[in-house]
């Protein structure tokens, strides 16, 4: 089945999409046993929200369809399926043009984020609130296992966030990123008020912009934290006991069950303490390959099963992984490697800069 969504109103027209990519589907003869050359497989296209659209199910429909089941009929269907099933494809293209699908299974979408639910983020309130697009299904899975409210919209824009965040309430936000904590902080209708129920705030970036936002937001733990599309979202943050200094500075511990190694990018061997290679990954979290591109999956996995991320991080003594930038970023300097994200990070120390942005030019 493939879910979608109808309307005038719409961020966009997935109708008309869809239409493009199946060609056959219009005119089907049934909506509910669809037999179509261009997806096989596909049995019917329902949507989500919206009514009255030729070789659809519209919501009313499937609402009537699901009358007949029970969560028992649910139970049963779940119980066929195995951890390391793929459950989802996520795309992915990095520091490249070119999207990846990302095969993720059901272990690997679930087990991080029940774990941090249970043991790591604990609230009253229980809500979330990301600046991220919806399909941050791991957030999604944390807040059903804590029973959350997981807080969405169509599109990101700084004045209707803070809106939703004065009106909600939230206890938990997932900015993430430097532009969208900044984009909300430089808004004329900003309010730290209005975020004094956030109890933890997910960030990452400079240790300026870290200290700058713990000291606007001071009831919130800043986490942070390590991950990627591969390894379905995190898979290392921050504990309780570090200090704002050590958040900033670094991007916490891996979480259990989760293996790590910082590899020299020319001979592969472990790298000393305090030296930035490449991490690599191993554990339940690490995506099984890409979907339908093995030169690409052996690229990625290597013979003992560990993921090279194309990040480059350095591990302190005390355990502690430290973000040095993308592989493809570092520079040669004066025969000497440079990371991009470090000179930034040292830029944006300066109070007049807002934003800064290094690129290699060769001359």
């Not at 369809?65 to 195995?82: K, M, S, W």
Request: glycine share 8%; charged share 25%; hydrophobic share 40%.
């Amino acid at each position: 089945m493939l879910l979608t969504l109808a309307g005038t109103d719409e961020y966009v027209d997935f109708v008309d999409l869809i239409h493009d990519a199946l060609p056959s589907l219009e005119g089907s003869a049934s909506t509910s046993r669809l037999a179509l050359p261009e997806a096989p497989r596909l049995r019917g296209v329902v949507l989500i929200r919206g009514e009255d659209e030729a070789d659809f199910i519209g919501r009313s429909d499937f609402d009537r369809l699901a009358v007949g089941h029970t969560c028992d009929d649910v139970d049963r269907q779940r119980l066929c399926v195995r951890v390391r099933d793929t459950a989802a494809i996520l795309y992915t293209s990095g520091t490249t043009a070119h999207p990846r699908g990302c095969m993720l299974s059901h272990e690997a979408m679930t087990r991080g984020p029940v774990d941090r639910a249970t043991k790591r983020l604990t609230t009253d309130g229980r809500e979330r609130w990301t600046a991220l697009p919806y399909r941050r299904a791991r957030t999604i899975a944390r807040c059903h296992w804590g029973s959350g409210t997981y807080l969405a919209d169509t599109y990101f824009e700084p004045g209707r966030a803070l809106e939703l965040i004065a009106r909600e309430r939230p206890t938990t936000a997932w900015p993430w990123f430097p532009a969208a904590i900044q984009a909300l902080m430089d808004h004329p209708s900003f309010d730290a008020g209005h975020f004094d129920s956030l109890r933890y705030m997910f960030l990452i970036g400079p240790r300026v912009l870290i200290e700058q936002v713990q000291g606007t937001f001071r009831a919130a733990e800043l986490v942070a934290a390590c991950g990627m599309t591969e390894t379905a979202g995190i898979y290392a943050l921050s504990e309780r006991s570090e200090t704002v200094a050590e958040r900033s500075g670094a991007q916490g511990k891996p979480a259990p069950g989760i293996e790590i190694r910082i590899s020299d990018p020319e001979t592969e061997a472990e790298q000393p303490l305090d030296v930035p290679g490449e991490i690599l990954v191993r554990g339940y979290c690490a995506t099984e390959g890409y979907y339908k591109n093995l030169v690409k999956t052996a690229e990625a996995i290597d013979d003992g099963r560990w993921l090279h991320t194309g990040d480059l991080y350095s591990r302190n003594e005390a355990g502690r992984l430290a973000f040095h930038g993308r592989l493809k970023d570092m520079l040669k300097v004066g025969g000497e490697n440079v990371a991009a994200i470090e000179i930034e990070a040292f830029l944006c120390e300066h109070p007049a800069v807002k934003a800064a942005a290094v690129i290699g030019t060769s001359r």
